[in-house]
């Protein structure tokens, strides 16, 4: 006689298959994520163990193991000195633009507003680029956006050959040129975040001290360049130097045990929740738009602050060299060592600011606001400085603070509007720091463009840095009403408590 199982058995093993499945499904997704926005959609869904999968397949259960803890290869360490090589070119030659300044406006006869946007272009673009490029590297690859990129900025800098008009300059060497630094600046930087876990923080810090080193280098390189081959033959070296930003770009490839599993997992285990991704994912960027800070008062000081920092910080880049040189009769190679000066004071910086930050010596949003008050005092008292001591002096001083402000950035944020928040936050901060990049330079030109129809030939970039000294140190002192307007909405809260008991 035929055992018959009871019906009431039979919904306990569907069920416990269910569970593994949905174990299984959920566990891959969570493991195979690794962008920003995906991970975050898998962190919507509930937090499910890898210690229920002991009943999977073992050739499967090896794959989303290996997924999920991933280990770190010694190529890692390839891409890091390739992203480093990256912002050496990028930042170096951006932060030398004070060097081609004064060749810009004798060679085309540029009014110094004009002269002045192409950094403004330049800076613009190669920050607001950031979706296009982010969109471009998961299509096509970080290595293929690399690549292109550093042969659009190689071209801007060759198509300025044949410029006659300051406008040319602004589209070849600042559009095309930021443009081509956009996307390779973004692909070197995810690149980093790609091989590391638990050396990411310091992969990135040494990726990034390229900037520096860049700064360090490229303004006396460019003056060089300028005074032995000329305009023509500067831009063309520098398209050279620009275009082996293509080889550090190949080094560039993705981790293939990790690009390997992704697209398994991917084709056998989560084809079916394409549309609940494509649903979450459209509820991802409908809630990442965090309206709640535009009522934050500290987050609106703070952008405010960041505004005005932005809008002063690259007048020293392009006026500081060529001011020396008028002033003092400097010779122009060792006034582009000013440059080198604010680079490499700008690596200790950010060091030392990491170091304070860390062991918690002072408060965080208290050095910051310092930073910005000391950077602005020396830029306005700098215009007594008659020496290459008291240039040199100046210099560090500035890069050495401007290194603080830098590594802060993000720390300052995170204490002010939390850490869940930094994302949609530091997205808003980096909106604000574009628009001020327009404003700043443009500015600084008027500025000097005034002092000039005044008379003024000597000093005529003495009222430039006073009046940007001014606003570095207002925006030092906004940040100070940030714990202000803390210890305001306590007492608020304190009062409205008592009188609602009373």
């Known amino acids: 006689m035929a055992v018959t199982k009871s019906t009431d058995d039979q919904p306990s093993r569907p069920s416990e298959a269910s569970r593994h499945a949905d174990t299984v499904r959920w566990d891959a997704e969570k493991a195979m994520l690794s962008t920003p926005v995906e991970t975050k959609l898998a962190n919507d869904v509930p937090d499910l163990s890898f210690s229920s999968l002991h009943n999977l397949d073992p050739s499967l259960k090896e794959k989303l193991s290996a997924e999920h803890y991933f280990k770190e290869e010694p190529y890692g360490w390839v891409v890091v000195f390739a992203v480093f090589m990256i912002s050496v070119i990028v930042d170096g030659l951006t932060y030398s633009f004070g060097e081609l300044y004064p060749v810009f406006r004798e060679k085309f006869g540029g009014h110094p507003v004009l002269t002045s946007m192409v950094l403004s272009i330049l ?59 956009g996307f390779m600046y973004l692909s070197a930087i995810v690149s980093v975040s790609s091989w590391f876990e638990e050396h990411r923080a310091l992969a990135t810090s040494i990726a990034v001290c390229g900037s520096g080193v860049g700064t360090f280098i490229f303004a006396p390189i460019t003056t060089f360049l300028l005074e032995y081959y000329g305009f023509y033959g500067c831009l063309f070296f520098m398209a050279a130097i620009v275009l082996n930003g293509a080889v550090f770009g190949m080094l560039l490839r993705p981790p293939p045990s990790r690009h390997h599993h992704q697209k398994t997992i991917k084709e056998k285990l989560l084809q079916s929740e394409m549309e609940a991704a494509h649903k979450r994912l459209r509820r991802w960027i409908r809630d990442e738009i965090d309206w709640e800070l535009l009522t934050n008062g500290t987050f609106l000081l703070y952008c405010t602050s960041s505004f005005l920092g932005g809008v002063s910080c690259y007048v020293p880049y392009m006026y500081l060299s060529d001011r020396a040189v008028h002033e003092t009769g400097m010779v122009r190679q060792h006034a582009s060592f000013l440059i080198s000066i604010v680079g490499i004071a700008s690596i200790v910086g950010r ?33 007594h400085a008659a020496s290459y001591v008291a240039y040199a002096f100046y210099a560090a001083i500035f890069g050495f603070t401007g290194g603080v402000i830098i590594a802060l950035q993000s720390v300052v944020l995170a204490d002010i509007v939390g850490v869940d928040r930094i994302s949609s936050a530091f997205g808003a901060l980096l909106f604000v720091q574009g628009i001020s990049v327009f404003v700043g330079p443009p500015l600084a030109g008027y500025l000097v463009l005034n002092a000039e129809d005044n008379g ?37 809260k304190y009062r409205l408590r008592r009188s609602s008991q009373a």
């Not at 690549?147 to 190689?154: E, L």
């Not at 918690?360 to 000391?374: G, R």
């Not at 030092?476 to 007492?491: A, F, H, S, W």
């Open 123 to 181: 800076v613009g673009v190669t920050y607001g680029c950031g979706p296009v490029a982010s969109w471009l590297c998961e299509k096509l690859g970080l290595r293929v956006v690399a690549v292109a990129g550093s042969i659009m900025a190689a071209l801007g800098c060759l198509l300025s050959l044949a410029a006659t008009e300051i406008w040319h300059i602004a589209i070849c060497y600042g559009a095309l040129t930021g443009l081509g630094f």
């Open 351 to 383: 060091l030392s600011a990491g170091i304070l930050s860390n062991q918690k010596i002072a408060d965080n949003l208290i050095l910051y606001s310092l930073s910005c008050l000391v950077a602005g005092l020396a830029t306005a008292f700098s215009v």
């Open 456 to 492: 003024i030939q000597v000093e005529k970039y003495h009222l430039c840095f006073i009046v940007m000294g001014g606003v570095m140190c207002w925006s030092g002192l906004q940040i100070l009403l940030i714990p202000l307007l803390r210890r305001m909405k306590v007492l608020s």
